[in-house]
T-cell receptor
Framework: KAGVTQTPRYLIKTRGQQVTLSCSPISGHRSVSWYQQTPGQGLQFLFE???????NKGNFPGRFSGRQFSNSRSEMNVSTLELGDSALYLCASSQGTGNEQYFGPGTRLTVT | AQRVTQPEKLLSVFKGAPVELKCNYSYSGSPELFWYVQYSRQRLQLLLRHISRESIKGFTADLNKGETSFHLKKPFAQEEDSAMYYCALYSGGYQKVTFGTGTKLQVIP
């Protein structure tokens, strides 16, 4: 089975811009979760989608949003980028929330 | 609310020494605990989960409900164990996975 893929792998944006990140889960996985990883804060949960519905949300401002399509692919959007949004954004898929999560390679976002 | 605490950001041990990576959790229900590992330039991946009660790469972890802990242990550290380790809690009541902040294990040759 192909693993979780994320595009793009690297992104450089300017403050105030918006960005969309994409995640393709493992075939058959219906749950997709997004995380922000930084050296100082570690792994922070953004949100989880299951069958196109957002099931859980972390403590991030409304500038962070996401969606999931009928084929389970997911996108994450960040509007009005801030310098502090620079991070590695990880996507993980699983068959269900309590199951093993399979992580993608991440998208490295740099905001200048 | 559920919470996972990994008190050590960095743990340095010599090769051959025992390793214990600490993880404490708070959750009122019946938890499922996991350990994930991220080696340098590799993806985050599952190392082990408490319900499987198996040893992976020499690592074991026992769920202690009385102390609300799920410490990861290995009797003899190897250089290839150097990595970032994350403890995670699945809370069925909230249907949510919560990760700790991670511990970087550095094995000194």
């Amino acid at each position: 089975k192909a693993g979780v893929t994320q595009t793009p792998r690297y992104l450089i944006k300017t403050r105030g811009q918006q960005v969309t990140l994409s995640c393709s889960p493992i075939s058959g996985h219906r749950s997709v979760s997004w995380y922000q990883q930084t050296p100082g804060q570690g792994l922070q949960f953004l949100f989880e989608y299951f069958s196109e519905t957002q099931r859980n949300k972390g403590n991030f401002p409304g500038r962070f949003s996401g969606r999931q399509f009928s084929n389970s692919r997911s996108e994450m959007n960040v509007s009005t980028l801030e310098l502090g949004d620079s991070a590695l954004y990880l996507c993980a898929s699983s068959q269900g929330t309590g199951n093993e999560q399979y992580f993608g390679p991440g998208t490295r976002l740099t905001v200048t | 609310a559920q919470r996972v605490t990994q008190p050590e950001k960095l743990l340095s041990v010599f090769k051959g020494a025992p390793v214990e990576l600490k993880c404490n959790y708070s959750y009122s229900g019946s938890p499922e605990l996991f350990w994930y590992v991220q080696y340098s330039r590799q993806r985050l991946q599952l190392l082990l989960r408490h319900i499987s009660r198996e040893s992976i790469k020499g690592f074991t972890a026992d769920l202690n409900k009385g102390e609300t802990s799920f410490h990861l242990k290995k009797p003899f550290a190897q250089e290839e164990d150097s990595a970032m380790y994350y403890c995670a809690l699945y809370s069925g009541g909230y249907q949510k996975v919560t990760f700790g902040t991670g511990t970087k294990l550095q094995v000194i040759p």
